[in-house]
């Protein structure tokens, strides 16, 4: 569930920051308590230390939980809002949702997706960039040689997490 930015007004602008545990460590997420703006591993996120710190709506944490359980299209079911990005790093991320869980997309078959078969460098920067780790799934884009290639901006440990959600959402890898 995406809101538009253009709805922003009428939401809560107070922002607070919750951590979740996971599979993959601590995850920390920014969000007015009707929305999501960010879904960053805790240890690599720039937290905002000036936001309250409070629990996470439970029907949020369950649907992270289940996705983690194997219902991966729990997540869909999350709010989400862009309040970040360009309109073309936005377009590369609305369009992430679409790439089945359990399947691989490379860089040119999403960039050919948005209709922009040349962007293909600029999509891996707007990849690396994602605010919504995970909801917005970039994990699933790799290498048109089937290589995995870096995950949220790094390559040691984003390579690690980015290979176990692939695995976890069933895709086999070389």
């Known amino acids: 569930m995406i809101t538009p ?13 919750s951590v979740l545990p996971s599979s993959l460590g601590q995850l920390w997420i920014r ?3 009707q929305c999501i703006f960010q879904l960053q591993y805790h240890l690599d996120a720039a937290c905002d230390l000036s936001l ?3 629990d996470l709506p439970h029907s949020w944490q369950d649907a992270l939980q289940r996705y ?34 359990g399947t691989t997309w490379s ?25 919504l780790a995970i909801i917005l799934p970039c994990h699933r884009i790799i290498q048109q040689s089937g290589n995995l290639g870096g995950y949220a ?11 176990f959600l692939l ?4 895709v086999i890898l070389n």
């Open 68 to 101: 983690f359980a194997g219902e991966y299209a729990q997540l869909s079911q999350l709010p989400i809002m862009l309040d970040q990005g360009t309109p073309f790093q936005q377009q590369v991320w609305l369009a992430l949702p679409t790439i089945p869980a």
């Open 52 to 54: 309250a710190l409070i």
């Open 31 to 33: 969000h007015n308590l």
């Open 153 to 163: 901006g790094q390559t040691d440990i984003g390579t690690t997490r980015k290979q």
């Open 167 to 170: 695995q976890h959402e069933g």
């Open 107 to 131: 860089y040119l078959q999403l960039a050919q997706h948005i209709d922009r078969p040349k962007a293909v460098r600029a999509v891996g920067q707007a990849l690396k960039r994602n605010p």
């Open 5 to 17: 930015l253009s709805q922003f007004s009428s939401l809560n602008t107070r922002c607070y920051a």
